[in-house]
């Protein structure tokens, strides 16, 4: 696994993005940190050029996109699993007006909704970032 390498675009369309399990704390952290914003966790675009090298996969531009909230994303997967991600939390895509308009208004505590999703693949964690990462990345094998 350590000598493949490679690269992709992932891209999904009209999808239940937070369905997929990686997502099952991140609703959690947001109604945590906004009561009330889990039921705007209806996310269905995804977009995320990547590379694969040195056991891991990589991406320094992962976009899930909603009518309500979008997600801008960088860091890495190891191959057996460990995630190790930054997220930022945003108000609306990025390509509207009202969102832009929103992203300009909420930018003073932008920093608020600044996650880090650390774990694995079968056990991740949504950790906010503001109040420090934790210990929650495993170490790459």
Do not use: C
């Amino acid at each position: 696994m350590h000598t493949a390498s490679g690269q992709g675009y992932l891209n999904v369309k009209r999808g239940t993005i937070f369905r997929i399990p990686i997502f099952g704390g991140f609703t959690e952290s947001m109604a945590r940190a906004v009561p009330g914003m889990d039921f705007a966790t209806r996310q269905t675009d995804v977009r995320a050029p990547f590379e694969v090298r040195a056991g891991r996969v990589e991406s320094k531009d992962v976009q899930v996109e909603g009518d309500v909230l979008s997600l801008t994303a960088r860091g890495g997967a190891s191959l057996a699993g460990a995630l190790d991600f930054d997220v930022q939390v945003r108000p609306m895509k990025d390509k509207t007006v009202i969102g832009t308009a929103m992203r300009v208004i909420t930018y003073p505590i932008s920093k608020f909704f600044e996650f880090h999703l650390g774990g694995t693949l079968d056990a991740p964690r949504w950790n906010l970032a503001t109040f420090g990462r934790g210990d929650d990345t495993p170490k790459a094998e």
